[in-house]
Every structure is written in C-alpha cells, then in structure tokens.
C-alpha cells in the first residue's frame, strides 16, 4: 500500500486532520491558550502554502512549463 503524499498534502481534511491531532496532545501537556493558537494557525497556513505550491507544481507539469 503506497501513500499518495501529493494529494495528502493538498487536502484540507489532511490538514483539519493534524490540527484535531496536535491540539489536544498541547492541551494535555497544559500548553497556554495563546501558544495552541499560535501553533494552528502555523498548521493551518503551512498547509495551504504546501498545497498552494503542489497545485501549481501540477498544474506547470501539465502545461509542460514553468512560470518564473
């Protein structure tokens, strides 16, 4: 069974996936409120850049090109 990363990477169900993940280990761990903030919203925007990146890292190879 091979993962598929490209298209793990681009969900955003992946990614709500590691944010219900990470925040209640912090919680747990008694990490303050503002620093769980901090840390999703770090998920959250590293997500959409990664798949922002792939996306058009596909959308270039299918075109046969890249835009610099």
């Not at 912090?26 to 998920?43: C, D, G, R, S, Y």
Request: glycine residues 10%.
């Amino acid at each position: 069974m091979k993962v598929n990363w490209k298209q793990k990477l681009t969900s955003r169900k992946f990614w709500a996936a590691v944010v219900g993940f990470v925040t209640p280990i912090l919680i747990v761990f008694n990490v303050p409120n503002l620093t769980i903030e901090q840390v999703t919203a770090i998920i959250t925007s590293g997500g959409a850049l990664i798949a922002y990146i792939i996306g058009e890292g596909l959308v270039d190879a299918n075109r046969g090109g890249t835009d610099e």
